[in-house]
């Protein structure tokens, strides 16, 4: 997919309707911390699996020292 350079499209908007280069100017923005938060969202998951891979052999240890059966005894 083409992408024009920035500054190219920037200058192209301002000339053809200067209201719509600071709306690009915004989306451009907002585009970037969109980009952002994604890249942190997949991080955050990434740990997320992780650490449910952890508790799931956590379980399974458990289940294997008491018989398949996790028991409560009150004293």
Do not use: H, I
Not at 34 to 62: C, S, W
Request: glycine share 8%.
């Amino acid at each position: 997919m083409f992408t024009p350079r920035p500054s190219l499209l920037s200058e192209l908007t301002s000339f053809l309707n200067p209201d719509a280069a600071v709306e690009l100017s915004v989306l451009q923005r907002v585009t970037g911390e969109l980009q952002r938060v994604t890249g942190e969202l997949q991080r955050v998951t990434a740990e997320l699996q992780k650490v449910t891979g952890e508790l799931q052999k956590v379980t399974g240890e458990l289940q294997r020292v008491t018989g398949g059966s996790l028991k409560l005894q009150m004293l």
